[in-house]
């Protein structure tokens, strides 16, 4: 949908909880950028019981919503039509509304994510390890699906863990082995690390990083660096961050919503980080 600069048009991010998302920052920057000066991007606490309330009071002028925990499976059901890849995972990220009053769900953290690593030079790798098991491990494996050409090693606290990413493995087609979170320090061994978990995790796996590390992925950004990425620059390690996924899905998303292509990524990421030092 191409938006005239003239049309007031609104976003927003949805989840709960919201108060420190960045997505307001790097929507902002990027309508900036483009010239879209009466276009507004808002944050809104939203649980999975209010959602269906919320989409209900969704008006003409709303071009699109960004969703995060614990909103991206339950807003299937209230959706027209749901993309490809974010079937392919059950999660949906992004929704466009379009000028004929549908809802249209899409998943841009894994091309988010397949575009962060190609930024820093990784196009193929023949195995690689995931650290955890939640939602974002599985978008991480959707991710691999299209980058590793091997096995892929997910290192799970529980064999229930275990069994899902094997299942979400045999889904994506990639071939997912599973081994206990015990012996997480060989996963650091991988051509391609990434880590999935939440804040403070893997900080006790920094001690482990070998002396020639190759990439690590890690998705978070706040606070950042985490131990075991300062530790693996300090080696001479690639260090992929959260920040770097965040921004490059919210370019996909801009570029959506908008009709704008390309989405400002280089504005985008400036205020993504001017934002994360201020805090």
């Excluded at 051509?191 to 403070?200: R, S």
């Excluded at 900080?203 to 706040?222: G, I, K, N, Q, S």
Aim: charged share 20%; net charge negative.
């Amino acid at each position: 949908m191409q938006a005239q600069e003239t049309d007031a048009r609104r976003a927003a991010v949805l989840g709960s909880p919201i108060a420190h998302s960045l997505s307001p920052v790097l929507h902002r920057a990027a309508y900036d950028e483009l010239g879209l000066g009466d276009w507004s991007y808002d944050r809104f606490e939203v649980d999975e019981a209010g959602l269906p309330g919320f989409f209900e009071q969704l008006g003409p002028e709303w071009a699109g919503l960004s969703l995060t925990m614990p909103l991206k499976r339950a807003v299937i059901p209230l959706l027209d039509e749901v993309s490809e890849t974010a079937t392919s995972v059950e999660a949906v990220n992004t929704v466009v509304c379009t000028e004929d009053g549908r809802r249209v769900g899409d998943n841009t953290d894994i091309p988010g994510m397949v575009a962060a690593l190609r930024e820093h030079g990784i196009e193929q790798v023949d195995s690689a390890a995931i650290l955890g098991a939640g939602a974002t491990a599985s978008s991480a494996l959707a991710a691999l699906a299209r980058v590793c050409t091997g096995p892929v090693v997910a290192y799970v606290r529980s064999e229930a863990r275990a069994a899902e990413m094997r299942q979400w493995g045999e889904r994506l087609d990639v071939e997912v082995r599973t081994a206990d979170w015990a012996d997480a320090a060989e996963a650091l061994r991988a051509p391609l690390v990434i880590a999935t978990t939440p804040v403070g995790t893997t900080d006790a796996l920094a001690t482990a990083v070998p002396e020639r590390p190759t990439t690590l992925f890690d998705v978070l950004y706040d606070p950042w660096p985490t131990p075991l990425a300062a530790r693996w620059s300090m080696f001479g390690g690639a260090v992929v961050s959260g920040l770097d996924l965040l921004v490059h899905q919210a370019v996909l998303q801009v570029e959506q919503m908008t009709g704008r292509s390309p989405a400002p990524l280089d504005a985008m990421r400036r205020a993504g980080e001017q934002a994360l030092a201020a805090r």
